[in-house]
């Protein structure tokens, strides 16, 4: 039993700055590639299919952001009961809350699929995706969709292993299948010639052997994971204990998404060149604010078995150095993103290309401004979700599409372009009061208990 569970890390004892830290760091790589996925899709479209054919598949992100912040937000909260189990040395617990991952992420795959497929030209329609390239958006994300089932299966299973306090296998995973993805993209693309639904198709290939490496990991060196027949017998109340922390951060994350749609839709009215510009910059964006997700995402699993071991001092003091360290990151990331910036959109679509350019830096320098807020932000959010809270993260998310929704109708109409770069530096400002408030009430009761 311990030689299969040796990758494990008991995150209740030692310094907390280290082992934060150290999870971070692997975890950061895993991040980093999984949004080299996106990173990939658009560099390989734009350079190989041009500036229309990157413009359909960036006016897709926010579709992509509205089902897989679902996913994401809502595995995680799923393993947060994992983490709870495991920090409490529950390790039937930690089984059934397998088990309850499983049954819940087969029936959601099932769901969004049905509706992701159905409803994906209709929903692109109404964002009024310009007609020369809504055929191109729609192939892409109907495909997306069809395979959501690869991302879903992917997100809970490396979500399961780090709920254990192992993060460095699943950026193990996650670099391998990204590789596959390098490799696939380019051959269904130029080789096969199948253009757009090449791309994703590439994607689904490779998030399915993916979730093929998760399973066999688990079943050779993490027994605690081994789930049993008899294990998916629920508890009712295990049960909806899953619901209340998975379900409202799943949405939470789309009522995020949301505002990213009305944002792209007011994008869509400024032609062609603003989305391919805006879809570039987002993507380099996506990797730019890794560090700090990162961060966030370790203070969850922290905060999740520290909080099942009672061990509430350590939970205030880990939150404490965390922001720090991330703050830090912030501001190496944003100076790097405002005086590079221009060169890496370049890589996406030739230095002729000078009005896409010129647009994809100025969104770069904007939000690299605004990462402090956002370095915060994440850690606050995850440590309450850690600790089992979700009304205030989603009263936060409110906020942020509130926010969002504000800039897209108000703030584009008035200064165009410009407008839409303020939109995430709005929307994380206005998430972050009510997460900074609700932690620091939370803190002194932690510490008083």
């Not at 996913?71 to 995680?76: F, L, Q």
């Not at 951060?249 to 062609?272: C, D, E, K, R, T």
């Not at 880990?318 to 990151?329: A, D, R, W, Y």
Request: aromatic share 10%; with cysteine; glycine share 10%.
């Amino acid at each position: 039993m311990g030689e299969k569970n040796s990758a494990v890390k008991d995150l209740t004892v030692g310094e907390p700055a280290r082992l934060i830290l150290f999870f971070t760091l692997p975890l950061l790589a895993g991040n980093v590639f999984q949004q080299l996925f996106g990173f990939v899709d658009t560099l390989i479209v734009g350079r190989f299919l041009g500036v229309e054919a990157l413009a359909a598949v960036g006016c897709t992100g926010p579709m992509m952001f509205l089902m897989l912040g679902f996913v994401g937000g809502m595995t995680s909260g799923f393993s947060i009961c994992t983490g709870q189990s495991f920090g409490a040395k529950d390790f039937d617990g930690v089984r059934k809350s397998a088990a309850i991952c499983i049954a819940l992420s087969f029936i959601s795959s099932i769901v969004l699929m049905i509706f992701g497929v159905a409803f994906c030209r209709d929903l692109l329609i109404a964002m009024d995706t310009p007609p020369e390239i809504l055929d191109g958006a729609h192939s892409f994300i109907s495909i997306i969709y069809g395979g959501v089932a690869g991302f879903i299966f992917l997100q809970m299973l490396t979500n399961l292993i780090r709920a254990l306090g192992d993060s460095k296998m699943p950026t193990v995973i996650q670099a391998t299948t990204l590789c596959i993805n390098i490799l696939l993209e380019p051959v269904a693309i130029i080789i096969l010639g199948l253009g757009i639904p090449g791309a994703a198709g590439a994607t689904i290939v490779a998030l399915t052997i993916g979730n093929i490496l998760c399973i066999i990991y688990i079943k050779k060196r993490v027994s605690y994971l081994h789930v049993r027949r008899e294990d998916f017998k629920f508890n009712r109340e295990f049960l909806m204990e899953h619901m209340k922390i998975g379900l409202p951060m799943g949405f939470q994350s789309s009522i995020i998404a949301i505002g990213a749609v009305v944002l792209q839709i007011a994008l869509n009215g400024l032609g062609s060149v603003a989305v391919a510009s805006f879809a570039a910059a987002h993507r380099v964006d996506g990797i730019a604010v890794m560090p700090m997700m990162s961060f966030g995402v370790a203070m969850a699993a922290y905060t999740a078995q520290n909080f099942g071991a009672k061990q509430f001092g350590r939970i205030v003091e880990g939150v404490k150095k965390c922001i720090f360290m991330s703050c830090t990151f912030s501001i190496i990331v944003a100076l790097f993103n405002i005086y590079l910036g221009a060169e890496i959109i370049e890589l996406f679509v030739g230095a002729e290309e000078t009005q896409v350019i010129e647009y994809g830096r100025l969104f770069l320098i904007i939000t690299g401004l605004s990462y402090w807020a956002l370095a915060l932000l994440f850690v606050l959010r995850f440590a309450l979700q850690g600790l089992g809270q979700s009304l205030v993260p989603t009263i936060a998310g409110i906020v942020e599409l509130v926010m969002r929704v504000a800039a897209a109708i108000f703030l584009v109409d008035w200064l165009g372009y410009l407008g839409a770069c303020l939109a995430s530096p709005m929307a994380w400002i206005g998430g972050l009061i009510p997460l900074a408030i609700s932690f620091f009430i939370t803190s002194r009761k932690l510490l008083r208990q």
